[in-house]
């Protein structure tokens, strides 16, 4: 259960980026901010996975090495 | 009689204030309506996208056929015709792309028409393409915390190696899946944004000379055209 809302507290957090996308933008120049931000975050998607790969596989070969080494 | 009577009230009672939202919905049941009716294999390709694609989406697919009105036009829809039959599908030449997230951006066009109806309908696509980013991150960030979880708990079951072994290896098959659904979702919004000028140039056409029904029958027709024309084309179920 605790794992549960630990994981939803993430995706909120995660999610939390949403509210000033759609906010509302009236002004031309509001507009381009949004393409801009639209810009900024999918070209970033490939580092960002990447380093979250990275993360993961480390936490893995971590808990495969403590079994490994297990008695 | 007066129940059809409060019923059409009932549809047309909004629509001075809620004609964006209508116009997005009379958009999708007319090129629904044309390409469910189209004999070419482009257009039942796109229908493909969408059966395959969009409506594959959790909940997306649900929520348009429990709506009641537009889950009935939908039933209507689609009825095949009698009279004309559709056409075997032929092998093409364009490039087939076998991966959700190109099928997904005439989905995302109609979200955005859907959203704000016949104005700003870029506007609208951009924030689809931003809110697909942030909930493909998201999607990253709870997929890192479930995996760190899920080790930890892996490592408490030693000192029984087997049940440490089995807890990685079958966490690791769910892992991979999930691992495949957050990169399918990085993989639309980046298509989102790669396709962008496509979708503007046909969205932005000819604007000022037609209404706005010629104007969003066209746009969709110019963006099917516009992909076709880019090499995009939409994998059909039995065809390489």
Known sequence: ?71 | MEAVKVFVATLIAPLPTNWPQWCGLLFFLVLHFILTRSKSVRANNLIEAFANGALAIPGVGALIKATPVVGAVMQFLDTPPTTTPPPPPVPHAAVSIPLNGPKLIPWLVFIALGLSGCADVMYRYDQTTASLGVTAKACRDVLSKANASHLHDCAARLPDKVAAQTCVDVWQSQYANLHDFCADMKLVAESALTEREIVNASVNRDKDALGWIARLLKAAADTTEEFSKAGISFSVKGMP
């Open chain 1, 1 to 71: 259960m605790n794992e549960l809302v630990d994981l939803l507290i993430v995706a909120a957090k995660g999610l939390f980026n949403l509210i000033p996308l759609w906010a509302g933008a009236k002004t031309q120049e509001q507009k381009d901010a949004i393409l801009a931000t639209a810009k900024q975050i999918v070209t970033s998607l490939d580092a960002y996975f990447a380093a979250a790969d990275a993360t993961d596989k480390a936490a893995k070969d971590a808990t495969q090495k403590e079994i490994d080494e297990a008695p």
